[in-house]
């Protein structure tokens, strides 16, 4: 069974500050991760995924296969960033996604 | 891409009704998904839905409670059967993650259905 965790549902920072979406699954295999955002009034969208290994909207995220995370980070956060964050999976030879329960993101001025 | 939109985008219901949800796709499409976004929960996949064959249901959801029809490569409906109170939900159409869109899948707006 596949399973996403994201241990917290509210993070608050305030503006310039670090932020780290933690995100840890579970999959036997080799799994594919994405970071899925939504903003206020608006639809679920993809954020970056790992294999693409890029960095969007100054966010990133690095699979650690040992530690089976996947961290989403950005230096410095902004208040525009202010969104839910879903972590999610998806099996080798599957097309649907695991999805964690979300992390909301508020950036304060 | 792909661009997705629902009908209702939002509905208020009886207890004991149905609502059946529609969802058109810009672009033909071999799967469509049908989510559930109970509040304060995550994303939940309902079913699987192709076009010429019976949906794929997932654990805890059955084709008497959640009918869904896929008439074409464009299009889906889920009904949402017999309602309580605890269907009240979010209920999201989605396509994609296969290589056609790059393992992307895509999201409609979402229908906010409340049951009374």
């Known amino acids: 069974a596949q399973r996403v965790t994201q241990p917290e549902k509210l993070l608050s920072v305030f503006k310039g500050a670090p932020v780290e979406l933690k995100c840890n699954y579970s999959?036997?295999?080799?799994?594919?991760l994405f970071w899925y955002v939504q903003y206020s009034r608006q639809r679920l969208q993809l954020l970056l995924r790992?294999?693409s290994r890029e960095s969007i909207k100054g966010f990133t995220a690095d699979l650690n296969k040992g530690e089976t995370s996947f961290h989403l980070k950005k230096p410095f956060a902004q208040e525009e960033d202010s969104a839910m964050y879903y972590c999610a999976l998806r099996g080798s030879g599957y097309s649907t996604l695991t999805f964690g329960k979300g992390t909301m993101l508020l950036v304060s001025p | 891409s792909a661009v997705i939109s629902q009908k209702p985008s939002r509905d208020i219901c009886q207890r004991g009704t149905s609502l059946t949800i529609q969802c058109q796709v810009d672009?033909?499409?071999?799967?469509m998904f049908w989510y559930r976004q109970q509040p304060g929960q995550s994303l939940t996949l309902i079913a699987t839905a192709n076009q010429g064959s019976e949906a794929t249901y997932e654990s805890g959801f059955v084709i008497d409670k959640f009918p869904i029809s896929r008439p074409n490569l464009t299009f889906s409906t889920l009904t949402v059967s017999n309602m309580s109170p605890e269907d009240s939900s979010i209920y999201l159409c989605?396509?994609?993650?296969?290589?056609?869109?790059?393992?992307?899948?895509?999201f409609g707006p979402g229908t906010r259905l409340t049951v009374l």
């Open positions: 790992h294999i």
């Open positions: 999959y036997s295999g080799s799994p594919e």
């Open positions: 989605s396509v994609g993650g296969d290589r056609a869109f790059y393992n992307e899948q895509f």
């Open positions: 672009s033909q499409v071999t799967m």
